[in-house]
C-alpha cells in the first residue's frame, strides 16, 4: 500500500508463486494523486520484490502497454473479458441432457478430491499453485464443478464465484480447464445454468477454440487487455485453458 500522511492513494501486488515465476497485479493510484510519481515507487517496489524470477508477468491496459515494455515486458497474447446475461432457469437442461459424458462424472464443491484438480491445473498453468488453489476452490462463496473418470482423474474444472461489479453485482467464472471444447462447454453450461445477472469470464489468448465456444453460448466481448512477460515466456500450451482464475494474479 502506498499512503500519503494518514491516507492510502495507492496499490500493488508483486506475487511470488515459486522460484521461477511471479506476476504483478493490483496496481493503482486514486485520481487525484496520478502524475506525482507515487505509483512509480509502488512500481519499483514490486518489480525489486521479484526482479531475481526468470519470467514475470502481468496484465497491461491497451494504453499501457509501452509503459511496461519500457520496463522490459513483451507483448504475449490478447487477453478477453466476456460476458454474458444469466437468466438462473433450467434453458441449457436440453443441451446437457444430449452430451455423451464418456464415462466421465461431474462432481461438486467438497465432493472433488483436491489431490486430483491440484494435478490437472500444474500441468496446465506456468507454475505449480497449491495453495492458492487450496483457498480460491474451498471458499464458500460461489461453486466448484469438476470432471472425473472412474479412475479418479480430472478432466476439466471450474469455478464460478460473486462479484461486485460497477453497478450492482454479478458473477464471474475461473479458473476454467478441460481437456477439449466439449468438456469446456459441458462445465460452462452446468455453471451458467444456476445462476442468473451479468457473469464474466476472461480468456488466455493462446487458446484457439475459446471463440467459437463461447459465440455458441452467447457470450458477447466485453474487453481486452494484454498478457506481458518480463523474462522467458513459460512454456505452457494454453489449448486447455478456456478461463483464467484472475487477471491481478496470473
Not at 500519503?4 to 522460484?19: D, H, K, S
Not at 531475481?52 to 509503459?67: H, N, Q, T
Request: charged share 20%; proline share 6%; aromatic share 8%.
Amino acid at each position: 500500500m502506498g499512503w500519503l500522511g494518514n491516507t492510502p492513494i495507492g496499490c500493488i501486488a508483486g506475487v511470488r508463486y515459486n522460484a521461477s515465476y511471479g506476476f504483478i497485479g493490483l496496481f493503482l493510484v486514486i485520481p487525484d494523486q496520478r502524475g506525482n510519481g507515487y505509483g512509480v515507487e509502488l512500481w519499483k517496489h514490486a518489480l525489486n520484490h521479484l526482479i531475481d524470477l526468470p519470467c514475470i508477468g502481468l496484465e497491461a491496459a491497451l494504453d499501457r502497454v509501452s509503459d511496461y515494455s519500457q520496463w522490459g515486458f513483451k507483448h504475449s497474447s490478447v487477453t478477453t473479458r466476456w460476458q454474458c446475461i444469466g437468466n438462473g432457469d433450467s434453458s441449457f437442461n436440453f443441451i446437457t441432457e444430449h452430451i455423451d459424458l464418456e464415462g466421465l462424472m461431474i462432481l461438486e464443491d467438497k465432493d472433488i478430491p483436491s489431490n486430483v484438480v491440484q494435478s490437472y491445473d500444474a500441468m496446465r498453468e506456468p507454475s505449480p499453485r497449491p495453495h492458492f488453489l487450496a483457498d480460491w476452490l474451498n471458499h464458500p462463496a460461489g461453486k466448484v464443478l469438476a470432471l472425473v473418470d472412474a479412475n479418479g482423474r480430472c478432466h476439466g474444472f471450474g469455478r464460478i464465484r460473486p462479484c461486485l461489479l460497477k453497478e450492482g453485482e454479478g458473477w464471474r467464472i475461473g479458473p476454467l480447464l478441460a481437456d477439449t471444447p466439449k468438456l469446456a462447454g459441458l462445465l460452462l453450461i452446468h455453471l451458467l445454468r444456476k445462476h442468473s445477472g451479468v457473469i464474466l469470464l476472461d480468456t488466455p489468448g493462446l487458446n484457439p477454440f475459446v471463440k467459437a465456444l463461447l459465440d455458441t453460448l452467447g457470450f458477447e466481448k466485453l474487453s481486452n487487455t494484454i498478457r506481458m512477460y518480463k523474462g522467458d515466456q513459460p512454456p505452457i500450451n494454453m489449448h486447455d485453458v478456456y478461463g483464467l482464475a484472475c487477471l491481478e494474479l496470473g
